[in-house]
């Protein structure tokens, strides 16, 4: 059972051995995303991990502003610890994901599902 950011981190690096991760360790840009993802198709993409225990999810007003800047090839990757489901958003939902929380519908639901996304960009 994953219960925080790093253990979804290390979760999903297990289980995407077709895209080359870079976790980013920044505190000079703050809102900078946790992940930088290299797929097969040469397409780089930004990933930012939640984990939750209800529908509400925390975004500093940087995390905000990061997504609202660079609304393409940026996602969100949640899990809500109650029912362990994997869910993706696109940069450009972070307004509507930081007010309805995890009840806005996602790009895709479900491991498998956000992998392929993602890989497929």
Known sequence: MVKNESELWHYLK?????????????????????????NKNKTFFTVELKVSKGNKLRFSPHQIAFHIQHPQNTFILTMQLVDEVIKLYEGNQVESLASRGLKLEPICEGLESCIERLEEL
């Open 14 to 38: 297990r289980k995407t051995p077709n895209i080359i991760w870079t976790k980013i360790e920044n505190t000079s840009h703050f809102g900078t995303p946790d992940l930088l993802g290299y």
